[in-house]
């Protein structure tokens, strides 16, 4: 994250370390560690965001805590938690970014929601979300940058929304999106970083 960190464990034990001043370590307090502490065990997947953090226990189920001005927590709520709170199950990914979330269930749907200044919850506005909202179906991979978000269908294209002030999106614009649009196909994997994107294409070739 911005000033913290989890970590999983072999044994599905997560850990958390570093600032803590809006509950983004889940251990119930404000307090920041300066070593990595146990808040549970279960966990199959971890995200963390700008002070917020997600994860996926091994039963599917979606916890997120921490800051939550904007809604990036996604649990209808404005308000910062220090502890874990579940949105829902059935879900196989997920993605942090600075103050927004993005959720792959796994029949494929696209969950986003938090901030959406810039368009990165690809909804086709500007307006914040504090609940998860469906964006597709059809999606087997994604990522969330600082304020932008990417996502890759099951046949292989790459589609971006967001922030694109630095080209982030790979459009061949410096417009961003509020919507998702369609901008590279036969890609494997991929990666948001702050203001930049990686994608990794099915030959091998990195883009």
């Known amino acids: 994250g911005f000033l913290h960190s989890l970590a ?45 953090s997600l994860a996926i226990r091994t039963d599917g189920s979606l916890e997120a805590w921490g800051e939550n001005s904007s809604g990036q927590l996604g649990d209808g709520t404005t308000v910062n938690r220090s502890r874990a709170v579940t949105l829902g199950t059935g879900f196989s990914g997920i993605a942090a970014g600075s103050n927004h979330s993005v959720a792959l269930q796994a029949d494929g749907s696209l969950w986003t929601w938090g901030r ?5 919850l690809g909804d086709g506005t500007t307006n914040n979300r504090s609940s998860p909202v469906k964006q597709g179906d059809g999606f087997s991979a994604l990522s969330a940058g600082g304020a932008y978000s990417l996502a890759i269908a099951r046949d292989g294209t790459l589609w971006a929304a967001g922030d694109n002030e630095h080209g982030q999106l790979g459009d061949g614009t410096t417009d961003s999106r509020p919507y998702a649009l369609k901008v590279n196909a036969g890609v494997a994997a991929v990666a948001a970083g702050g203001r930049h994107g990686l994608a990794l294409l099915a030959d091998g070739n990195l883009i």
Do not use: C, E, Y
């Open 8 to 52: 999983l464990k072999d044994d599905a034990s997560l850990w958390t370390w570093g600032n803590n001043a809006s509950g983004q370590l889940g251990d119930v307090t404000t307090t920041n560690r300066m070593i990595p502490t146990v808040i549970g065990i279960g966990f199959a997947a971890i995200s963390a965001g700008g002070n917020h």
């Open 116 to 120: 959406n200044d810039r368009g990165q």
